[in-house]
């Protein structure tokens, strides 16, 4: 039997409605986006409760380091969230196992209400800062705004299919930990579990390519597509560092490989660094 959810905010839904919408969500991990509401976990029940679209604020996602966290093998346990901020402040946080589900659901709902938020007021912040703070951007050569131009065209391409790019920079982080495990472990064996990681990164970059085949030229090449990279491109033409796609994108290879450990970074900056630098890693920048 189906269970009515609970509502959370100021705002019902019809009961039927309601039924009906929660019926008919999509669904990513314990929690849902419906056509009238988004539908939230609680701790022991998926799509426990809703808040209709009007009464929501901003969705974004929040990573925190579990207890005891440094692995001391260069990996961090942590714990992803997803949290929904409405009614003027009131704030709703739901658990996930797997951070790639909460990427799922900000991907679809970016897609279906963009009017959405998906940053918190504090990363709103911080990112309005940065921007004031940046000194006055050069005038652009008429080959540097085509390029922006092919570069806003090719996210675009690229949000018609986030499956396909929030995959290839999780199977690329899955085996690029994989790698640094093996090379702790002696002898670098493979358990059970980790035999299919190789593979899955091959099936995604295979997926990608055959997807973006009927996109071409694409400024960039499969093995990298994803929309932080063609932004990190667009940046550099921005500030006048360079013109083109090619010259863009080993502009952004060269940023990557100068961020390590020891360089002290912003979160958002450290957000885009995590979800692509292991895709360059595992290519050797190539």
Partial sequence: MLFKPV?????ALDKDVL???????????????????????????????YLPYGGITRVFKRVA?????YSHKGVFASIPYLVVEYDGGREKQCTYKY??????????????????????AAAEVRLEERVREQPPKPE????????????????AVLEKRPDLYLELSKSARQLRELNLILSARRGGKMKK???????????????????????????????YAHPIVLRRMGRCVE???TDTPEQALETVKADLKALNSSVQVSQEEHDEVVAVKAMFLNEGYR
């Fill in 7 to 11: 509502q959370l905010g100021l705002e």
């Fill in 99 to 120: 951070e790639e589900q909460v990427d799922q659901l900000l991907a679809y709902l970016k897609r279906v209400r963009p009017e959405i938020k998906q940053v918190s």
């Fill in 65 to 69: 380091m579990s207890k005891g966290g």
């Fill in 19 to 49: 039924i009906a919408d929660r019926k008919s969500c999509k669904r990513f991990g314990p929690c849902g986006v419906g056509e009238k509401a988004l539908y939230l976990s609680s701790f022991y029940r998926s799509c426990r409760y």
């Fill in 193 to 223: 579990r980790e035999e299919d990681i190789p593979s899955r990164a091959e099936r995604a970059k295979a997926a990608m390519e055959a997807f973006l085949t009927d996109y071409q030229p694409f400024p960039l090449p499969s093995r």
């Fill in 140 to 155: 652009l050569t008429g080959e540097a705004l085509a390029t922006l131009k092919a570069l806003k065209a090719a996210e």
């Fill in 239 to 241: 500030e006048g560092r």
